[in-house]
């Protein structure tokens, strides 16, 4: 099991950037395909972007296409998503995910087995 702990969310302005961190626990990590998700009040949780365990394909949801970079340092057991040109639409919990590496791509919660506890993004206009 890997345990996940995210960090980076805040309060920006639309059109400003952010990155967001997510660091894992154990030394598994570079075994596992990541993903980030989000999940905005009353909505059902999103798929955002997905990286395989070698860091060697990503994957993004096309609302966010040119705007997002997911990426990951597995020796520092951490991934990231930068987050440019950022809209109002982008405000929500945003939560990373581990699956196994044969699940990289997959949009479904369901096959990813460890989440962290989100970090929010708000944006003012």
């Known amino acids: 099991q890997v345990q996940l702990v995210e960090s980076g969310g805040g309060l920006v302005q639309a059109g400003g950037s952010l990155r967001l961190s997510c660091t894992a626990s154990?030394?598994?990590?570079?075994?596992?395909?990541m993903a980030w998700f989000r999940q905005a009040p009353e909505k059902e949780r999103e798929f955002v972007a997905a990286i395989s365990s070698s860091g060697g394909a990503t994957y993004s949801a096309d609302s966010v296409k040119g705007r997002f970079t997911i990426s990951r340092d597995n020796a520092k057991i951490t991934v990231y998503l930068q987050m440019n040109s950022l809209k109002p639409a982008d405000t929500a919990v945003y939560y990373c995910a581990a699956a196994a590496d044969v699940n990289y791509g997959s949009r479904r919660p369901s096959d990813f087995f460890s989440w962290g506890q989100g970090t929010q993004v708000t944006l003012s206009s």
């Open positions: 154990g030394r598994t990590f570079s075994r596992y395909s």
